[in-house]
T-cell receptor, first 108, second 113 residues
């Protein structure tokens, strides 16, 4: 069992839909990152969370430390949101342990 | 403000050769970490450097090594290349160790033939 697991692996949505991507972890962490990767490989850091909830534009990230679970929500999804979304847990000091990623496709 | 710069962007090497990849962090950032991304294994942590010292290391063989210079630029080296080393190698910089945000470079795509 991976230390960090994401679901779903693939997600297809229609433009405007509300999207949720889930991340569960089985190890102690000091923080959790949500990352976005576009074709070509470039990675953008969306959020870093150690508790509660953060919001940036149409993106919302939440974390429940007791339940070892985090979610990334996208409101009013748009085709430009199509990308791979990856959660990464900060373990063993500052080491990142990654989930498998969620391939999101938003159709117009 | 310049981002994290990785060079080269693409590289083709032959089995048995060695390769050196470079990462220049954001100005003022002192922590540089390296990651390998493959279709089979996903993203995996290689190592992290801070103030020219390796602070953390992932589960990779000794063929993978790195270093950091006094200007915080970092290099990673892979010796005796194997086909399975073909991957996207990403580095990220952070202002310090611990719970700080990371900025990723665009990566170096290494193909071993």
């Amino acid at each position: 069992k991976n230390e960090v697991e994401q679901s779903p692996q693939n997600l297809t949505a229609q433009e405007g839909e509300f999207i949720t991507i889930n991340c569960s972890y089985s190890v102690g962490i000091s923080a959790l990152h949500w990352l976005q990767q576009h074709p070509g490989g470039g990675i953008v850091s969306l959020f870093m969370l150690s508790s509660g909830k953060k919001k940036h534009g149409r993106l919302i990230a939440t974390i429940n430390i007791q339940e070892k679970h985090s979610s990334l929500h996208i409101t009013a999804s748009h085709p430009r949101d199509s990308a791979v979304y990856i959660c990464a847990a900060v373990t063993s000091g500052s080491r990142l342990t990654f989930g498998e990623g969620t391939q999101l496709t938003v159709n117009p | 403000k310049a981002g994290v710069t990785q060079t080269p962007r693409y590289l083709i090497k032959t089995r048995g050769q060695q390769v050196t990849l470079s990462c220049s962090p954001i100005s003022g950032h002192r922590s540089v970490s390296w990651y390998q991304q493959t279709p089979g294994q996903g993203l995996q942590f290689l190592f992290e450097y801070f103030s020219e010292t390796q602070r953390n290391k992932g589960n990779f063989p000794g063929r993978f090594s790195g270093r950091q210079f006094s200007n915080s630029r970092s290099e990673m080296n892979v010796s005796t290349l194997e086909l399975g080393d073909s991957a996207l190698y990403l580095c990220a910089s952070s202002s310090a160790l611990g719970n700080y945000g990371y900025t990723f470079g665009s990566g170096t795509r290494l193909t071993v033939v």
